[in-house]
């Protein structure tokens, strides 16, 4: 939750870096003491990065590995960038930052996130203040509170040319603003963030790293089917254990969470997987397969599309391609 008291975001970093050295020493007054704050800022400090997942656990104040890392290796002056990870990380904000590219001003975003999610804070004007701090900290907003990149219109019409695609698809929040667009809230808030990521790199990588761009998507795609087994499907089967994406997707079958398109669509994506990226060399003429990176985006938004069929079939009966 977002405090109502403002704590710069340096200070935050700050703080966050305190809890890093720390360690399971790290009660708020001993990290009080280390960064020479007040014991209210601390406190306001660890509710924000709570709520950004940079700090994890309900009792102890640890922080996310992912994080931990980061503020070890960056000097006071890039530490902005642990906030950027942050906030590409949590969709509350890519919500607020998909409004402002629609053309709605920073108070009005902020009211349509609140809305939704009104536990955020005890007031709306607390969310917008830290997104905008916070946002302009990073590097992803301008002063005025708007999307500080080029957020070029990426296509979500077939007829469109891949290439414009490809030119659309040059920053982190770009993509998540588009999975954002193509997927929905709903769905968006199913995928876990080890998923979300996953297929975010899928996206990144087609071009620089194809066969890890389609290594990424399968693991996103398989953490995907097993959410959806365990969420939608029938107890007397193991999503947990069962191994790879055709095993889970058999058992979806037998639980009638999917349809034969989607078994033909998803056995083809695993192909490309195994063939692309998971596996060395091909088992028949024991030599690898070049990976292009034509195919690495064709399987990226193969899955995107693929997963939002599941999810719409598995949750609402709805037949969607």
Known sequence: MFPAYVVPPADITEVLFALSELNDEADQDAVAQFVDESTRKVRESIRVLRELNVVVGDDALTVNIEYDYLVQQLPPSERSAII????????????????????????????????????????????????????????????????????????????????????????????????????????????????????????????SSPRDGISAIGRSFEDFLRHIGADFGSEDRDYGTDSGIIGIVNHLQGDDLVRKVHKRRVVSLAEIRNKGGAHGDDTEVLERWDTSSEVALNSAITATLLLRSIYLFASEDRLVL
Request: net charge negative.
């Open 84 to 207: 950027e990870r942050a906030l590409l990380n949590y969709q509350p904000f890519i919500d607020y930052a998909t409004y402002l590219k629609r053309g709605y001003s920073s108070e009005q975003a902020t009211q349509m996130v609140f809305a939704a999610n009104a536990d955020l804070s005890n007031d709306a004007e607390y969310v917008q203040t830290y997104f905008e701090r916070l946002g302009t900290y990073s590097g992803i907003l301008t002063e005025e509170g708007d999307v500080s990149i080029e957020v070029r219109e990426i296509p979500t019409d077939s007829t469109q040319s891949i290439e414009k695609l490809r030119e659309a698809l040059d920053s982190e929040l770009e993509v998540r603003i588009y999975l954002d667009e193509i997927l929905g809230e709903e769905l968006m808030n199913f995928l876990d963030e080890d998923t979300k990521s996953d297929l975010v790199s899928g996206y990144m990588k087609h071009s």
